[in-house]
């Protein structure tokens, strides 16, 4: 195994969010279900879009959310992703780029515009995604670079991904490519409703040995065992997957592998202003820790620090240089 | 004449912004003028913007984020501007109707792509804009609608209507339109800069009766009478124009008409972040005290209100409900 040239390289659709502060009566309207992410059509798109307010719009995607937060750390990294050559597919490819991860996949030129989320946040911070996939969709083994993957320690890879039809394919690629060459591959398990939709396939994913590294938060650990024990589905976890860390909102994080189980507190914040991007960003911080071989304990703080960044302002983005917050904050930089 | 359907109708430079925060460095590396709007080529705004880093972007132009501020506060509105009919032009609408203001000029099908400034944002809160016109060039007399103008108390003009060739026709012709219907023409001067390019005509419209209220900030007012000496701008000023405001930052505004001159205080902030809108949300809010008759004294508070609210945060619309924060500080509202 030679040298690794990236920490992580995370794959996902990439998609813009259109951000706007609403309250709960624009959810109930819509038959929205607070707090999940909800695949739409170009329709539904539309018609959310038409009732919305004025929107802030900046680059999203779970996984890439994760690998800018890396890159702000100083980690170096890279992205796969699937854009349209479209305007806002422009603004997504430059804004990655302008983050410091290597973004190469070719954008489509043909087929459905640059994937795009409505995400509407409500007064308690809580955000409510709507993702319609666009171009995401066009995500095909062929987008896989395989010495890429071979040259990255981690490859991190969203559970959003088996929503798209050829994306499964190109993640159980990557997924190969990276064992063959040595390397560990993470897994974040997305969303509850996502875990409801390939519950027998991720645990697949898992037993089988294509993930080793499993990031879920509560609800979805409680979808993927289908059980309210949060114990007894920790105790699954550890057992199905080499390293699985549970993120618990202000409860902070739960780590479980051979090593044992050990929780880590939340970081504390000010004010809560908007969701979105707290588990991307955790995982960002975490797996920074993990590449820096900082322990599961100082982790897991890296985790929290960079998910209550995000969550005090509007966008799934960090707003401030992780590497400089956490130098103030006296933990690994 | 008359009751007027909108309170205000505002004409100026559709404008996508593209903001990020950065620092000094990259404002000498690219020769920028601080705190200042320059108007770039297509090539100039590549070059910026391929070394800029992650933007968030939102819709922008100076008097659409005054109608903007205008409708938030709860008066009755109407915007003219050029976007083209592109995926930035498309969220253009979006954002401008959704606010509650009626939009109705017709999208350019082909030329230039929809305007986008690129707004620097310093470390000390200052704002630097590089403003690609784009589509905005395209706005001619035809796209003024003269029973939407006959039908607004008051017509608000930017001085960058000035940059595009055909917008100075078109805003002659609905201050004409205004004029005829028995209503009042208001210029804002823009930016120091803008006033320097037209200084001799911005003169000729306040003194031939063009425009009748004019708002300037102190740089612009300098500029426009070529004198360091703020009393003696201040006179001229008078004397130039029916109704002159003039804002000083952190000193609040001074206005002056044939009733006197008086001096309003600044809102006080807990944070500066970003000026960017700063000029323009104190015009919504001076407006906006105008046509609820309110007097210069409580105008002048709404627009430090509303300039107060806007610089606490990235970007130039506001965030909160005007009218909510107004009530909240017991001003008419």
Redesign the interface.
């Known amino acids: 195994m030679t040298d690794a040239k990236y920490d992580v390289l995370a794959i996902g659709n990439a998609i813009f969010d ?1 951000l706007v ?1 609403t309250d709960e009566g624009f959810l109930a309207k819509h038959a929205m279900a607070k707090g999940s992410m909800a695949l739409i059509d170009e329709a539904r798109a539309a018609a959310i ?2 009732d ?8 999203g995607g779970s996984a890439a959310n994760t690998i ?1 937060g890396l890159a702000s750390f100083g980690a170096r990294t890279a992205y796969i992703g699937k854009v349209k050559d ?3 597919g422009r ?1 997504y490819a ?3 780029r ?2 410091g991860v290597a973004f190469d996949t070719l954008p489509a030129t043909d087929g459905p ?1 640059t994937g795009c989320s409505y995400i509407l946040v409500t007064p308690d911070g809580e955000r409510t995604m709507n993702t319609y996939l666009g171009a995401a969709q066009k995500l095909t083994p062929d987008d896989i670079d395989a010495g890429q993957i071979a040259a990255a320690r981690i490859t991190y890879l969203e559970g959003y991904l088996w929503d798209p039809k050829d994306a499964k394919d190109a993640f159980v690629k990557a997924a190969t490519i990276a064992h063959d060459a040595g390397r560990e591959v993470a897994l974040t398990l997305s969303d509850a409703f996502c875990v409801d939709r390939y519950r027998d396939e991720f645990l697949e994913l898992m037993r089988g040995g294509t993930v080793d590294l499993v990031f879920a938060n509560e609800a979805e650990l409680h979808s993927l065992y289908q059980t309210s024990d949060f114990d007894g589905a920790l105790k699954q976890l550890r057992e199905d997957a080499t390293l699985g860390i549970v993120t618990r909102s202000e409860k902070g994080c739960v780590v479980v592998s051979n090593d044992g189980v050990i929780s880590v507190p939340a970081f504390p914040i000010d004010t809560l202003i908007d969701t979105t991007g707290a588990g991307d960003l955790f995982a960002a911080g975490f797996l920074f820790g993990l590449v820096r071989k900082a322990g599961y304990e100082k982790a897991g703080r890296l985790g929290g620090l960079a998910a209550a960044e995000v969550i005090q302002h ?2 799934a ?1 960090p ?1 401030v240089s992780l590497k400089q917050l956490a130098e103030q904050n006296g933990l690994p930089a």
């Open positions: 259109v502060q879009y038409r919305m307010g004025p929107a802030t719009e900046m680059s800018v479209d305007q806002i603004m430059h804004d990655i302008a983050a515009a509007i966008g983005r707003q």
